[in-house]
């Protein structure tokens, strides 16, 4: 076989750095990778920025982006490797990538991808949908984070086979790299985001571990004598989006290291990037003439650009005192607009060291606020103190650090110098444990002055200076790692053990309203290695699709496989649902197969789970993560259903069931009673009894036609028992067999009750209800909408008059729909309201369409601020005493989300603010429009048009993210 390269992939947040070995050799290059740095003018450099322009048309000539290799290859190109092609927009064939993709951004606003990594880890977006660039206006290409992801390891991809023709790289052993906090979710994007790239295999690594294995790496001859006395080590890999921390023991055996790896930290969306929107609000505040208006999303974007390099210039040896920033003007005032300000390096030190990297007290908690900083559409943490986040770490994981560092820890003398805030430090047998030595990473460490603070704080908190390991170089030692990592396994050096950083729970629902799980892959399970649940089975339906809820924890707790554990504490991180269908096999006519689980971690470094037949275990069904619109969810089982709710499905069996035909119509009316009677008041029904409800209405769907009240009923019971549309474990699929309805319309067309219903259950299924069903939707409500005539030539029976309004409350509650869609209803019912005729309910139709915050819809749909003012005039223009849901429509248009990109400026929701206080509306209605917070149950109430069923509670983060008190497995 064909010896290969290693090659090591440093996918960052701000750069792509790539290391290789050629095959047969030891030695660790930096791969030079070749990009555009100015038009027409390509270079080799060492940093592939992870960005893309994607320029205006005519903007750029094909000349001023030709690249070595051909355009097929090119990174930006759609329909070539890594392009999201479905969501790409027009204009993105011409997207260009790297240093030169960075000037531009710089220079023109709105037209830059940036911080692709981070919206990996966001999950309160479709993250493969075309969002980026955030917040960019009409007309500018798109692409999903995961495909934005794919351009720069395709980008790479060319550039290796440009150099190495006879070596592609999807044939060499490829290392990519990915932070050790990302959960399973964004390392399944990742591995996406490589296949589309054309690298359909590889292997991840965390990038805290490859930053020591390159340490290692540099010293592989002397490991004993550079780490003397070290029995704990902290990697704190801080980059452009995430601070990443890994703890490690050091053992030594017969003068060799003995490593592993004991904790690794939670997501945290902190770093250099953090630090540039911080400079980015300082000049923001100060730009002359701007009588404190707020910048555009796309301007901002430009200024943080340029924040940034200002950034580097003033915090790197031999900075000048000051620098001068411009922001240029738009349009025809490019250059008459422009905007400077001078940024001193003092002030910058002091902003950035303070801000970031107070010296604060190590018992310190973590600042807890209402909401952190919501920019450019991604939830930062609302505490930017790292140090206050390291501190938590360590308290995390001090059982673990004690036992590595023996026992008690080190009883040390309280330091000379008192920690900040003048805190007593505490005795030696309750200061936390703090590691001996540290690593630090990432291109934030660029910066003296703050690898400085962090060292002089944790010597605080451990009451004696800690041994720096050096690093000569933070930007590439990820991808250098990563490449010796390789080298490790072919037994060239010593591989850090530990096995898997976190323990993985099988969420479960008995009843009670504490969350439980049981164990099925323990904390530093290795590669490899499977574990059996043997004394947990589940009976699955055979042609359905089964899928199981995770959690994960990161704590140093020591489970074991089977073992239950509460899942109620903040330790515990809830996982994409992970899924497959279970197929007969063919000529068998088995429906139902018993399964246990068996969990492992692949080579590739990732959780894997499988469902196998006890009966033969050679047929066993693969688990994948389900990715889009993930959310948490609840499924029924028989131990927690009502005791009479085999009685209530016998009811209904006697309403719909193949022996039914004799009811007459005043049983039939009487079933929703009864079902309230067996099963208690209906608003107390909860998520697992409405779903079992709905089942059971679904298999005898095909009766619902037997007379109106018949088909009136199921509508009606259908509907309640599904919405919101999402929430349960296996609700797209119930959505997916629900829609199969939409083609065959009602049977009873002249009954206005049961147009009524049918618009009513949509309305309640909306949730769930895909965009390319929400649009067929859409063209069903808008001829009878736009038309008070009724019939229209050709079409089927129109819903007869009496349903208007549950049409257009139907309208308003498709938020999956296409942004132009939602403005054009939205200009039609402004139009429609300024009629003194038209009902109340448009102005609350109004409010959900252009809502700045929606409930279940990616945020990337919300309708733009421009045509949200335009709305909010027509609103303002109205008495609002008088006509009370304008007021709740308008706060619904200016409500405050902290994303500027969907926030209405000041001077207007200041405006709204003074009409309700005015007219004595609601304190909280106001406080929407100052703060971000989550509506109370009234407004919820009202905002979704009835009440969400009992234990569910929407969460606004900008995608369908349900919480309830508990979740389970689905198929048990």
């Known amino acids: 076989m064909k010896q290969q390269y290693i090659v090591g992939i440093d996918l960052g947040t701000s750069n792509t750095v790539v290391a290789y070995a050629a095959p047969g050799e030891q030695q660790v290059q930096l791969f030079e990778i070749e990009q555009l740095v100015g038009a027409g003018e390509v270079a080799a450099r060492p940093l592939l920025p992870s960005v893309r322009f994607h320029p205006a048309a005519g903007e750029l000539s094909p000349g001023d982006l030709q690249l070595p290799w051909p355009a ?7 329909g070539g490797q890594g392009e999201d092609t479905e969501n790409a927009g027009a204009g993105a064939e011409l997207a260009l990538t790297g240093r030169f993709a960075l000037e531009l951004g710089a220079q023109v606003p709105g037209r830059l991808v940036t911080s692709a990594k981070s919206w990996l880890s966001h999950a309160s977006v479709d993250r493969m949908a075309a969002i980026l660039p955030w917040g960019a206006e009409e007309g500018v290409a798109r692409v999903s984070p995961v495909a934005a992801s794919a351009s720069y390891l395709a980008h790479v991809r060319a550039a290796w086979g440009h150099r190495f023709a006879q070596a592609p790289l999807e044939q060499q052993q490829v290392i990519l790299t990915v932070p050790a906090s990302f959960d399973e979710g964004a390392r399944a994007l990742t591995l996406e985001a490589a296949r589309q790239a054309g690298l359909p295999k590889l292997r991840l690594l965390e990038e805290p571990q490859a930053a020591f294995y390159d340490w290692l790496f540099r010293h ?21 989006g995430t601070t990443d921390l890994t703890l490690i023991q050091v053992t030594f055996k017969d003068g060799e290291p003995e490593l592993t790896r004991i904790g690794v930290g939670d997501h945290l969306m902190l770093g250099g990037d953090n630090m540039d929107l911080a400079l980015a609000h300082l000049v923001e505040s100060r730009l002359p003439e701007s009588g404190g208006t707020k910048l555009s999303a796309a301007r901002f974007s430009q200024l943080t650009a340029r924040c940034r390099a200002a950034k580097e210039q003033l915090l790197a040896p031999g900075a000048p005192e000051s620098v001068l920033l411009t922001l240029l003007g738009g349009g025809a005032r490019l250059i008459g607009g422009a905007r400077s300000i001078e940024l001193h390096r003092d002030e910058v030190l002091n902003m950035i060291v303070d801000g970031f990297m107070p010296r ?36 995390r994981h001090r059982e673990a650090a004690r036992r590595a560092l023996g026992e008690q820890g080190e009883r040390l003398e309280p330091p000379a110098a008192q920690p900040a805030g003048n805190e007593q430090p505490l005795p030696g047998e309750q200061r936390l444990p703090v590691p001996d030595s540290v690593l630090f990473n990432g291109g934030v460490f660029r910066a003296e002055a703050l690898s400085e603070r962090l060292q002089a704080t944790l010597a605080d908190w451990r009451g004696a200076p800690l041994r720096l390991l050096h690093n000569e170089n933070p930007d590439v030692a990820v991808a250098r790692g990563a490449v010796a990592y390789a080298l490790v396994r072919q037994g060239h050096g010593q591989r850090i053990g530990g096995g898997s950083a976190r323990s993985y729970f099988l969420v479960l629902e008995d009843g009670s309203r504490q969350r439980q799980g049981i164990c099925i892959l323990p904390r530093g399970s290795e590669e490899g290695h499977e574990i059996r649940l043997p004394e947990r089975t589940f009976s699955l339906r055979l042609g359905q699709p089964v899928r199981f809820y995770l959690a994960s924890s990161v704590a140093d707790t020591a489970y074991q496989p089977g073992q239950i554990a509460s899942l109620d504490n903040e330790d515990f991180v809830r996982l994409p649902p992970i899924a497959t269908v279970v197929q007969p096999q063919a000529g068998s006519s088995q429906r139902e197969v018993r399964v246990e689980l068996i969990t492992g971690i692949t080579e590739v470094g990732s959780l894997e789970l499988h469902c196998v037949s006890i009966d033969n275990p050679a047929r066993r069904w693969l688990l994948e993560f389900q990715l889009r619109g993930d959310g948490e969810a609840t499924t029924a089982s028989s131990e927690v259903l009502p005791p009479r709710f085999a009685d209530a499905v016998k009811s209904i069996e006697n309403i719909f069931g193949g022996r039914s035909q004799a009811v007459d119509s005043k049983e039939v009316r009487r079933l929703r009673g009864h079902l309230e009677h067996l099963l208690g008041k209906r608003d107390d029904w909860e998520m697992p009894l409405l779903r079992a409800l709905f089942d059971a209405l679904l298999q005898r769907a095909r009766r619902r036609r037997r007379s109106p009240e018949h088909e009136r009923l199921w509508l009606n019971l259908a509907g309640y028992c599904l919405r919101p549309g999402f929430g349960d474990a296996i609700d797209d699929w119930r959505i997916e067999q629900l829609s199969t309805l939409l083609s065959q319309g009602i049977q009873y067309v002249n009954e206005s009750q049961n147009w009524s219903e049918w618009w009513t259950l949509w309305r309640r299924a909306a949730g769930g209800l895909p965009a390319e069903t929400q649009e067929l939707l859409l063209a069903e409500l808008v001829p009878p909408l736009q038309s008070e005539a009724g019939k229209a030539r050709n079409r089927p029976p129109a819903p007869i008059s009496g349903s208007h309004d549950d049409m257009l409350r139907l309208v308003a509650s498709l938020e999956r729909l296409p942004v132009e869609r939602k403005i054009e209803v939205g200009d039609w019912l402004l139009e429609r309201l300024s009629r003194a ?26 309708v733009a601020a421009a045509d949200a003012c335009r709305w909010l005039e027509g609103l303002l223009a109205v008495d609002w005493k008088k006509l009370e849901p304008a007021a709740f429509a308008a706060t619904q248009l200016a409500r405050l989300t902290g994303d500027r990109s969907r926030d209405l400026p000041a001077e207007v929701r200041e405006e709204v603010v003074a009409r309700l206080t005015a007219i004595g509306a609601s304190s909280h209605w106001i406080e929407q429009l100052r703060t971000v917070v989550e509506l109370d149950k009234a407004d919820e109430r009202r905002a979704f048009g009835e009440s969400l069923p009992a234990g569910l509670r929407l969460v606004n983060d900008g995608c369908r993210t349900p919480q309830t008190p508990a979740a389970a497995t689905a198929g048990s």
């Open 220 to 240: 592989r001859q002397t490991p004993d004598a550079e780490l003397p006395g070290t029995r704990l080590l902290m990697v704190c890999d801080i980059g452009g």
């Open 837 to 862: 005729s038209e009902k109340p309910l448009g102005w609350w139709a109004l409010g959900r369409i252009g809502a700045r915050q929606p409930f279940y819809g990616s945020t990337h749909q919300v």
């Open 72 to 78: 097929a290859e090119r990174s930006g190109s759609v």
């Open 360 to 395: 604060v007290a190590a018992d310190q908690p973590v600042l807890q606020r209402r909401s952190g900083l919501v920019e450019f559409g991604l939830p930062y943490p609302a505490d930017a103190g790292i140090t206050r986040h390291v501190a938590a770490f360590l308290r």
